[in-house]
């Protein structure tokens, strides 16, 4: 093995470990992977929310493999709005508020239940590095 791609592994492997530990990534583990295009696993998760690879500056709800978006958040997404690392922690820190900011419709409903009081910030650059 390449000392390059040793050390790329290395990092990973002591990435993945420390945020599968913690509860926030539990959280979203309950319905998410990380899976490469090549269908690598690097995060093991469920499979009744969209596969959170190349997360990072996606447009919402644009995982073509997944086929459940809420409306809301299909539309959130016609409007062009992106999974900025802004977007993401609003997103996480309530999804409801989020997508009715996004949509301007005040009753819309996010298909997540979950909301993340902290660490979103430190889930996005997760997904972020993983997804290099």
Request: hydrophobic fraction near 40%; proline fraction near 5%.
């Amino acid at each position: 093995m390449k000392p390059f791609l040793a050390l790329t592994l290395a990092g990973l492997t002591a990435a993945t470990p420390l945020l599968a530990e913690d509860p926030r990534w539990r959280d979203c583990r309950t319905c998410h992977a990380v899976e490469a295009p090549d269908g690598t696993v690097l995060a093991r998760g469920g499979r009744s929310g969209p596969n959170l690879y190349g997360i990072s500056n996606r447009a919402l709800a644009a995982d073509s493999g997944f086929r459940f978006y809420s409306a809301d958040l299909r539309a959130a997404g016609a409007t062009g709005a992106r999974w900025s690392e802004e977007n993401f922690i609003a997103y996480l820190t309530s999804p409801d508020r989020f997508l009715r900011a996004v949509t301007g419709n005040p009753q819309a409903e996010s298909g997540m239940h979950v909301e993340l009081r902290s660490g979103a910030r430190e889930i996005y650059a997760f997904l972020r590095d993983l997804s290099q």
